[in-house]
């Protein structure tokens, strides 16, 4: 990009999960939408805004890593996200950052840009695509659903750094996913801290789009995004009772045949002090209902192990419950004490070393569910999207594979293949995490809906 002398310049650091993603690409689309040049370092840059995660222990760390370097680098710093709702500890840290705002403060974080570096007198309206900024590949975008959570789980605060479930209404949803698939998305990855809580605080609030009243909730918005030429992937779903009715959905190709339900544990006693579902024997018997109807139905699931309490009959219970489970992907981190969780204050606090060991375990385990799962897959035949083109080969995803969090399809040797580009593979070999495939004809149109 070029920079105008007349241009204030402005940096960003984003970290994060894919919410916090989202909270920068509307905050840099504002900004860009007001004439602020956008520079990748931090010579260039005027002032550096730097979002920050404040989940765990490490993403503190990182954030306020990130917040020094960009001091020393720049000096102009502003910080925003999920770390801001401590100002206190941003500042006492780094007493000179110019502002501290909260997650998804967009109004705050663009008020101290222009009270830091005013923007410039003729914005560059005409330079914002339709779309926005997108910090994804131009072929995925990040839709994101809903903000903050009704969720009150002992190892969480994200209700209190990101308040309570606040939905968008359903037809600025679907509005800005048309807008993405229009500009060559041709992968949409649903998102909020609770998808599947989509539209509960909206009652009985209902839109008009394309002709059709729709009501705002989750299986209303599924289906009406299944009707957009790109594939629909849906993230973070808790397991709750309308679960049952998304599943049909993925089994008539509406949406992608992908659920990521964060179960976090499976021993009852630990559900039960985490605030969790805690029917364990349920949820193998609804992920077995699932699967009977949906037979090509991937299932993706996340675990805390050392939550305060936690035995090793705890442990070994979660265990077998992954045995029985064989879930596709799995995601697992140890305990972190949070400032301001309510496990905080429970007895039985585990070992970093026991919880260390614990994870590793849990990760053998599921490397060996991963590795034969795969290997099931030899010899069929998928719709792969292409991530990356390379001379010497191209690295996609199937359905079974979320970006960044999952799998590959690695496809050797060179193609006529773009990024964004579906192609229908073999597969000829596996691995652990990974597959390996051979093109056999280009991906029909109609793989886009599904």
Avoid at 173 to 201: H, K, N, S
Wanted: glycine letters at 8%; hydrophobic letters at 45%; one cysteine or more.
């Amino acid at each position: 990009m070029t920079i105008k002398p007349d241009q204030p310049q402005i940096g960003f650091v984003s970290l994060g999960c894919p919410k916090a993603t989202v909270d920068s690409e509307r905050i840099l689309t504002r900004l860009r939408a007001e004439g602020y040049g956008i520079v990748a370092d931090y010579a260039a840059a005027d002032l550096v805004v730097v979002n920050t995660c404040g989940f765990i222990d490490p993403a503190i760390e990182e954030s306020l890593a990130a917040i020094g370097e960009a001091l020393r680098q720049n000096g102009r710093v502003i910080v925003t996200g999920c770390l801001g709702a401590r100002a206190e500890r941003i500042r006492s840290a780094y007493p000179h950052v110019l502002a501290v705002t909260g997650a998804h403060a967009y109004g705050e974080v663009v008020a101290a840009v222009h009270e830091h570096l005013p923007p410039p007198a003729h914005p560059f309206v005409s330079l914002l695509p339709p779309q926005g900024i997108k910090l994804t590949p131009r072929h995925y975008a990040y839709l994101k659903i809903a903000e903050g959570c009704n969720h009150r789980c002992r190892f969480c605060i994200i209700p209190e750094l990101r308040g309570p479930l606040t939905s968008r209404p359903i037809g600025e949803v679907l509005r800005e996913a048309e807008t993405l698939v229009a500009a060559g998305v041709r992968e949409l990855l649903v998102i909020a801290q609770d998808t599947g809580a989509y539209g509960l605080d909206l009652g009985d609030q209902s839109e008009t789009w394309r002709g059709q009243v729709l009501r705002s909730d989750l299986v209303a918005l599924a289906r009406a995004l299944g009707t957009l030429p790109a594939w629909i992937r849906l993230h973070y779903v808790y397991p709750h009772p309308l679960v049952e009715q998304l599943i049909p959905l993925m089994a008539e190709d509406t949406i992608l045949p992908y659920l990521d339900v964060p179960l976090q544990h499976a021993s009852p006693p630990i559900l039960k002090a985490m605030r969790r579902p805690a029917a364990s024997d349920k949820m193998l018997e609804r992920l077995a209902a699932w699967r009977r109807l949906c037979p090509q139905l991937v299932l993706r699931s996340t675990f805390i192990v050392g939550f305060p309490g936690e035995t090793e009959a705890d442990f070994e219970y979660l265990l077998e419950f992954l045995r029985a489970a064989r879930l596709d992907r799995v995601g697992c981190f140890t305990y972190s004490p949070v400032p301001g969780a309510a496990a905080n204050a429970l007895p039985g606090a585990v070992p970093e070393p026991v919880k260390h060991e614990r994870r590793e375990r849990l990760m053998l385990l599921q490397a060996e569910i991963s590795r034969a799962k795969l290997a099931e897959r030899v010899g069929q035949r998928l719709i792969v999207l292409v991530d990356e083109a390379d001379d010497d080969r191209c690295v996609a995803r199937s359905h079974a594979d979320a970006p960044e969090i999952d799998g590959t399809v690695i496809i050797p040797g060179a193609w006529d293949l773009s990024p964004g580009d579906f192609v229908a593979v073999k597969i000829v070999d596996s691995s652990e995490h990974d597959l390996i495939g051979e093109p056999v004809e280009p991906a029909p149109e109609a793989a886009l809906g599904a």
